[in-house]
């Protein structure tokens, strides 16, 4: 499917969407915290335009790959003289006499932390927001079974229609949608599941049959729920809860070698994702465009919340993790460690997204 321009302006908008969010948590938990942003920015590379509001620059980027808060963190906090006199105090966290107000590292250990990972938590709070208008306009499946299939594992273990399942292998889960995650995830062998039966908790055991990637028991969902109601606030949350497991378990698949490199996907891999939907929900009428769209951000936003609390450095997960050692051993981690530890890091991150961006090229062109 060949990338239109329609494809490349949604993608624009959902990623400054979900930029906005993230740096925005960043920044108003820093100003609450007494400190100074000196620069809010989305998107990287040369600015198309700026304005100053009060203490801090707006700016807007050319290449829509990023976004950042700049802290007042640019300069010394102290001499040398002052540096080494901190270093024989018991506590060095405390603010000192010298120390540049408003600078980052002058802040609190905890006020830091809280800074860090606000924009992570923005993304999981915006991801709820956008769960509530999915939700509200197309309603959810729960985990009642409606249909079993004839022969089935489902059938075979003695599980029938109007069952409510509550648990696979331990594992709650709330909506149907989770139940279908599973046929991914799962491992092969036996299922213990938990189902509600007429109020009766009942387990039985399924060994799912293994069809075209997924191992799948044969069984369908009630139906839909309209949540026109105080339901809505629920089945939201269960929304983000699924793509919070979702990419949690794509995650550790990643790590054990389940995934390919042609399960990654970058800027162009998901903008061919968006012409794609696009080219195949326009014929259904725009509200039904629009409603995938957003569910469409509602994933990259929780996608981009967690991996960004990944501890490697140069995403919020490796700033956290310094600052967790500083909370915990009282002393900061040592700052040409940190710089050298950071760069590296974010080299890496960088190769890593050429290697996606080349590998998104060639399956498009393919």
Not at 22 to 48: D, Y
Not at 98 to 122: C, D, Q, W, Y
Request: charged share 20%; aromatic share 10%; hydrophobic share 45%.
């Amino acid at each position: 499917m060949k990338i239109n321009a329609w494809s490349i302006v949604a993608f624009i908008i959902i990623f400054c969407i979900i930029v906005v969010s993230h740096e925005f948590g960043h920044m108003i938990i820093a100003k609450a915290n007494g400190i100074r942003v000196i620069e809010f920015s989305v998107g990287i590379g040369p600015k198309l335009f700026k304005f100053k509001w009060g203490e801090t620059i707006y700016a807007l980027r050319l290449l829509p790959f990023g976004g950042y808060c700049m802290f007042d963190s640019e300069d010394a906090l102290y001499d040398k003289e002052e540096d080494a006199r901190l270093k024989e105090e018991e506590n060095p966290l405390e603010p000192v006499t010298g120390v540049k107000e408003g600078n980052f590292k002058s802040a609190p250990v905890m006020a830091r932390i809280a800074t860090i990972l606000a924009g992570p938590v923005f993304n999981i709070i915006l991801g709820y927001f956008l769960a509530l208008i999915v939700v509200g306009f197309c309603g959810s499946y729960s985990t009642q079974i409606g249909m079993v299939s004839d022969g089935s594992p489902a059938m075979e273990a003695g599980i029938m229609p109007g069952d409510t399942i509550k648990k696979v292998n331990g594992e709650r889960i709330s909506t149907f949608m989770e139940l279908q995650l599973l046929t991914f995830t799962e491992p092969s062998g036996e299922w213990e599941i938990e189902i509600d039966r007429n109020g009766e908790k009942v387990l039985v055991s399924v060994t799912p049959g293994y069809s075209e990637g997924r191992y799948l028991i044969g069984v369908g969902p009630s139906e839909r729920i309209k949540c026109n109601n105080l339901k809505i606030f629920k089945y939201s949350w269960f929304e983000v809860k699924y793509w919070l497991k979702a990419t949690f378990k794509s995650l550790r698949m990643l790590v054990m070698g389940k995934l390919t490199k042609d399960d990654l996907s970058g800027p162009v891999g998901m903008t061919n994702v968006i012409s794609d939907t696009i080219e195949e929900t326009k014929a259904y009428g725009l509200g039904t465009v629009l409603i995938n769209m957003v569910n469409i951000a509602l994933l990259l936003s929780v996608n981009l919340g967690i991996m960004n609390l990944l501890p490697i450095p140069g995403l919020d997960g490796g700033r956290l993790l310094f600052l967790i050692f500083e909370a915990i051993f009282k002393k900061p981690v040592p700052e040409k460690f940190e710089t050298v530890v950071v760069l590296a890091g974010f080299g890496l991150l960088v190769i890593l997204s050429i290697f996606v961006m080349i590998n998104d090229i060639t399956r498009w062109i393919g």
